[in-house]
């Protein structure tokens, strides 16, 4: 059954849910979930995170706004989920497109990709065995769309929204 995106709302907090510690790197992340329902009923989630400073070291065009003085650290998005009901609707793309446009606003930065959950395979437990993990393809929709571009960072593959 073809589901009718237009009418999917987002929910994205004023204040983080959470904030963590990276003790290893000495920085705070700030974390933001972002829901999004289609006639009120729940269809799936995003996780946002964003740093307080990256390391000097890894001063680049993918973790910061090089074009920015000084240099802004962008928003990433650490987690992707569809509820069962909506799998292969496009609810993932069009909750990160809508939450784009609020981080651009919000955190004046578009979103980009993580890399855990873009490059570690999914295990599938119904074939048992490992497979590309969905989330890498909804980002490579994003980019086949014309709404995200790709960035080879440490050798593994990452998207920044447009």
Same mark, same amino acid.
């Given at each position: 059954?073809?589901?009718?995106?237009?009418?999917?709302?987002?929910?994205?907090?004023?204040?983080? /849910?959470?904030? #963590?510690? @990276?003790?290893?790197?000495?920085?705070?992340? #700030?974390?933001? @979930?972002?829901?999004?329902?289609?006639?009120?009923?729940?269809?799936?989630?995003? #996780?946002?995170?964003?740093?307080?400073?990256?390391?000097?070291?890894?001063?680049? /065009?993918?973790?910061?706004?090089? /074009?920015?003085?000084?240099? !802004?650290?962008?928003?990433?998005?650490?987690?992707?989920?569809?509820?069962? @009901?909506?799998?292969?609707?496009?609810?993932?793309?069009?909750?990160?497109?809508? !939450?784009?446009?609020?981080?651009?606003?919000?955190?004046?930065?578009?979103?980009?990709?993580?890399?855990?959950?873009?490059?570690?395979?999914?295990?599938?437990?119904?074939?048992?065995?490992? !497979?590309?993990?969905?989330?890498? #393809?909804?980002?490579?929709?994003?980019?086949?769309?014309?709404?995200?571009?790709?960035?080879?960072?440490?050798?593994?593959?990452?998207?920044?929204?447009?």
């Amino acid at each position: 059954m073809k589901i009718d995106l237009s009418g999917l709302t987002i929910n994205f907090s004023e204040r983080p /849910d959470n904030i #963590r510690e @990276d003790e290893q790197k000495g920085r705070l992340w #700030r974390d933001y @979930d972002v829901h999004c329902s289609i006639g009120g009923v729940k269809a799936g989630l995003i #996780r946002v995170s964003l740093a307080d400073k990256y390391p000097s070291e890894e001063l680049n /065009d993918f973790w910061h706004n090089l /074009d920015t003085i000084p240099p !802004a650290v962008r928003p990433v998005v650490v987690w992707q989920e569809t509820e069962k @009901d909506f799998y292969g609707q496009g609810v993932c793309g069009k909750l990160i497109t809508l !939450a784009n446009e609020i981080a651009k606003v919000k955190f004046g930065q578009p979103l980009a990709s993580d890399t855990h959950f873009i490059g570690s395979p999914a295990y599938n437990w119904k074939e048992r065995g490992f !497979a590309e993990h969905p989330s890498r #393809r909804v980002w490579e929709k994003l980019e086949q769309q014309g709404r995200a571009y790709r960035r080879a960072v440490k050798d593994h593959a990452r998207w920044v929204m447009k």
